[in-house]
């Protein structure tokens, strides 16, 4: 895939107007923090909630239906907020369609879907260039999709270049093509190998079900069955698959039936229909037995899985599964939460969900060990969690929050039309899985009806069956992810031997067509802004939008994790992370279960120069939301427990990091490049074992009061609500917060950077399949550094995007990657110029020298060409109201115009600014930071492997060991 796909079910509560709330239960005094004014006595009444039905009964997204002679299905929603259509594709065909020895083949004809057709040589290039989204697509079991967002002027090309793919592919498929394709498709695989963890869905699938059962094999297949796949093998599959009548098109956007009908028509329907394709016998096993499976993984700790096939998406328990697995150990207060990480504290993590399919389901429950736990005690507790919570079942509250908060959250759906999980495939799901577009009402009606007796009977039906029980335990990596993911008897039947096929035949060409013209762009329509000032100072920043009756806020602070340069590292991402567990009114446990009644998301988090609380709530209960968020952060307890735990959360989450490759070459990174400066602080603000085992409650409200003041806040709010609803209630909520009298810290970001030199910092990962090689180097440039356009230009044409020619070079044309990206850094003191690229192991060495070669190239030896110019100037003019369809993504763009001191006209003037930009520009924007020279070079791999690959390159290398990922568990009591 060339993007990890998420379930459309994020689109369906598409026009919710209300939210339930309810009474939260009071909390256990603890203390607050000095700066702010007095906590209430005990959390505020709430009025009475709505029901789950009202919720439900807001919920619409219309369409309109035909179906074309040759049998394509075409679904139609119209929205008209901004000229923009999601094309969206259903291909009813995925891996559980593959038959032995062809694993792997759904995925791999997906990649070759964007090699080009007869007619469209390559089917990024023009849709970029008229301002699409990136164009994508991803397989899995039960069907192939590929999306684009395209102006609506554009749309005429979308449908040429998706109905010349559709009908005229097959000529333009190469032996070339696929074996380069190939290639990418098995460093997709090794990419997902090499992370912690990363054989365990292998697994899961293998011990659920049967060797021939169409969910047994991954979607990625096994290498030995992408080795023998052959030209007439896919153009087999092609034909067999996918014919107009196998396909679900859905337009959705600035749109309607009277005007898509002979749009479609036009580009679809010459197509003929092909064959039909045959349905696959599968569903839910039931083991014989309890099962168990010990994988032996460098991983950081270890994690007790507790898995059950289940029911299709079809099926009558289905809804009751989803909800009965998110109060297991989706919610923030679920019983897996309550019980094992805050209660007992025997884990660092926990999750439970339902992962479902259109015939079968995987239910999984599972719980990351804390260091020195045994591992019998945690089996042991973890097995009682589910076993009390099947026997007994849920609570009404537990019901009714864990309705509501799905469906708050998937509330935002309504404000894409496309992608991967917008209205698009909403409807394109329904139809494809169910025959029917509108199921999604039907399945929120079947929510909403749920009581604690049908989630409590759904639970014990299925998760009352035979357990298949992982462990994945740290130590050396024991099993080779290049021999898991296929058939499961390759003992038995050995796959086909490589390149052994006979020579396809020469197909005949296709008939010519030609492209339409792409009709002219609006200017951008930014939301108008707002601004004023609290009684206590606090800037306030509003942009009203109306589309969804929901709004997101972020209370901003100039502190980040270069902050922790003035204190302890890891001191701000502790602190920030506790804000959630405990008040002096509230509990962790209250906080979460009182967020899940309003329907409201409260965060917290930072990035290097940035602290920052953020809000989503829906408008109606905006007022008890804020109430909360207030109370969050003004009055954080930092109690001892509660610091314990999440002090071992922290610890844990570092040493997932540290056992990530791509997150290791971050975390190694930042040291290199910044030395003593603020920013070499890591990225993830976890700091260092050690300055986490030296932090204290203490510590933790020393640094809130230091840097979360109102003299360093901004508040920035986006969505549904007026300035005259909106201030009053933040007076409320902040007024009365006032400054300490200590000055406001200050953050040394002008401290000088180290001198930049080639180098290679070269760290021993053993067993890795991959190198993760990132190169990097610190600009003579501040994020506030005016008029540098120019750079961010030419860094689309280097690296930042599917078409830069990094990318085009070692992906796509020598596929030694799944992926090479380029970026400039936008932080508010120094910049970095940094090169990220996963590649196979065994080409290392000539992935940097194609590196250096790509970028050397540019602008003396390879100067920008037309093509280019036009894709990141004009194309990305065009893709501006893309860029802005969500209020999360205005939100971010004002808080970032306001750190980088930009005009609040930015992004409305940026394509008057791009114009002003020639080739010449660009390229020499690009030969005074985008050089190779004094790159530093880090690179997580396997030392036997990648350091004779090195020796060539002329550059000093330094040997490193990977952080130790062993873990403390203790094995002695395993459970069988």
Excluded at 283 to 300: F, M, W, Y
Excluded at 319 to 328: D, N, S, V
Excluded at 393 to 421: H, K, M, N
Excluded at 713 to 723: C, E, F, L, Q
Aim: aromatic letters at 6%; a negative charge; proline letters at 8%.
């Amino acid at each position: 895939m060339r993007s990890v796909s998420t379930s459309s079910l994020s689109a369906l509560a598409a026009a919710l107007l209300l939210s339930a709330c309810a009474a939260a239960p009071s909390g256990t005094p603890v203390a607050s923090t000095p700066t702010a004014p007095p906590a209430p006595e005990a959390a505020p009444p709430r009025p009475a909630a709505a029901s789950p039905q009202e919720l439900v009964a807001k919920v619409d997204i219309p369409y309109d239906k035909f179906v074309l002679a040759n049998g394509l299905t075409t679904i139609v929603h119209t929205d008209r907020k901004t000229p923009i259509v999601g094309v969206t594709l259903y291909y009813k065909v995925g891996s559980k369609n593959e038959p032995r020895g062809k694993t792997g083949f759904a995925h791999l004809y997906e990649h070759l879907f964007f090699g080009g057709s007869s007619n469209v040589p390559n089917f990024d290039i023009p849709l970029e260039a008229a301002g699409s989204t990136s164009t994508n697509g991803s397989t899995w079991y039960d069907r192939t999709n590929y999306i684009e967002t395209v102006p609506t002027g554009a749309l005429d090309l979308a449908l040429f270049m998706e109905s010349d793919r559709m009908g005229a592919l097959l000529p333009a498929v190469t032996q070339d093509k696929l074996n380069k394709q190939r290639g990418v498709v098995q460093n997709e695989k090794r990419q997902g190998d090499n992370q912690p963890y990363g054989l365990a869905e292998y697994a899961v699938a293998e011990g659920l079900f049967p060797v021939g059962h169409p969910y047994h094999h991954s979607t990625i297949g096994s290498m030995a069955d992408l080795d023998a796949a052959s030209l007439t093998d896919v153009r087999k599959w092609f034909t067999d698959h996918y014919g107009p009548n196998n396909v679900v098109l859905v337009l959705s956007g600035d749109i309607d039936a009277a005007t898509a009908k002979p749009k479609v028509e036009k580009w679809f329907g010459a197509i003929p229909k092909g064959p039909e394709v045959a349905p696959v016998a599968a569903g839910p096993v039931t083991l014989p037995a309890p099962i168990s499976r010990d994988l032996t993984d460098q991983v950081p700790t270890l994690r007790l899985s507790r898995d059950w096939s289940g029911p299709g998406l079809n099926d009558a328990d289905a809804p009751a599964l989803r909800i009965g697995m998110h109060i297991l150990g989706g919610l923030a207060s679920s019983r897996l939460d309550n019980e094992l990480v805050r209660g007992q504290q025997l884990a660092v993590s926990v999750t439970a969900s339902a992962q479902t399919f259109e015939q079968a389901s995987f239910l999984d429950a599972s719980m990351d060990v804390k260091p020195g736990i045994q591992r019998a005690k945690a089996e042991a507790a973890l097995d009682k969690v589910i076993a009390d919570f099947v026997a007994k079942g849920p609570s009404e509250d537990e019901v009714r929050r864990a309705v509501t908060s799905i469906l708050s959250s998937e509330i935002g759906g309504l404000e894409q039309v496309g992608g991967f999980s917008g209205k698009g495939a909403t409807l394109a799901e329904g139809q494809v899985y169910s025959n029917d577009p509108a199921k999604y009402k039907a399945d929120l009606q079947a929510i909403a009806a749920l009581t604690p007796d049908a989630v409590r009977t759904a639970m014990a039906r299925w998760l009352g069956r035979p357990v298949y029980k992982i462990a994945v335990v740290p130590g050396a990596r024991t099993e080779d992810g290049a021999k898991m993911g296929g058939w499961g008897d390759e003992a038995a039947n050995p796959p086909a031997a490589a390149g052994k096929a006979a020579k396809a035949a020469k197909l005949a060409p296709a008939p010519r067509r030609t492209a339409p013209p792409v009709a002219p762009v609006s200017a951008l329509a930014f939301p108008a802004i707002e601004r004023t000032t609290l009684s206590n100072g606090i800037p306030l920043t509003l942009a009203r939008r109306t589309t969804v009756p929901k709004l997101v806020l972020s209370i901003d602070f100039d502190a980040g994790y270069a902050a922790d340069a003035l204190d302890t590292p890891g001191t701000q991402g502790l602190m920030l992370g506790m804000l959630e567990e405990g008040t002096k009114t509230r509990n962790a446990t209250q906080i979460a279960e009182e967020q899940e009644r309003l329907g409201a998301s409260i965060g917290t988090g930072a990035s290097l120069d940035t602290s920052s609380l953020t809000l989503s709530a829906l408008s109606d209960n905006l007022a008890p939301s804020l109430a909360l968020a207030s109370d969050v952060l003004l009055h954080p307890a930092f109690a001892q427990a509660d610091f314990d735990r999440a002090r071992g959360q922290a610890q844990a989450e570092l040493a997932q990091a540290q056992s990530t490759p791509s997150a290791l070459a971050s975390r190694t990174m930042s040291g290199e490049l910044f030395g003593t400066h603020p920013y070499a602080q890591p990225g993830d603000g976890l700091g260092s074992d050690t300055a986490l085992a030296a932090l204290t409650p203490e510590a933790l409200r020393a640094a809130h009061a230091k840097w979360l003041r109102p003299d360093l806040a901004r508040i920035t709010v986006v969505g549904d609500v007026t300035m005259e609803q909106l201030k009053p209630l933040l007076e409320k909520a902040f007024g009365g917060w006032k400054a300490p009298a200590a000055p406001k810290p200050v953050k040394s970001l002008d401290t000088a950077t180290p001198a930049p030199a080639s180098r290679v910092v070269l760290i021993d990962r053993p067993n890795s399949p991959q190198s993760v090689i990132l190169a990097g180097r610190v600009l003579p440039l501040t994020g506030r550094t005016p008029n540098e356009e120019s750079l961010m230009l030419a860094n689309d044409v280097v690296g930042n995007g599917f078409l830069s020619r990094l990318n085009l070079d070692i992906r796509e044309e020598k596929g030694w990657s799944y992926g090479v990206r380029s970026g400039i850094s936008q932080a508010t003191g120094p910049v970095t110029m940094q090169v990220m690229a996963p590649v196979q192991a065994d080409r290392t060495g000539d992935s940097i020298r194609a590196i250096i070669a790509d970028m050397s190239a540019l602008p003396t030896k390879q100067p920008i060409s037309a093509e280019e110019y036009q894709r990141v100037t004009d194309g990305a003019i065009r893709s501006l109201p893309n860029d802005f369809e969500t209020n999360a993504q205005v939100l971010a763009a004002i808080v970032k115009n306001d750190r980088l001191g930009r005009p609040e006209d930015y992004y409305v003037k940026l394509a008057q600014t791009y114009r002003g930009i020639d080739a010449k520009r660009i390229g020499g924007a690009a030969a005074q930071y985008l050089q190779p020279a004094d790159l530093t070079w880090v690179i997580v791999g396997d030392r036997k492997i990648v350091e004779p690959q090195l020796k060539a390159l002329g550059l000093p290398v330094e040997v490193r060991p990977a952080p130790s990922v062993a873990g403390e568990n203790e094995s002695e009591g395993a459970s069988e």
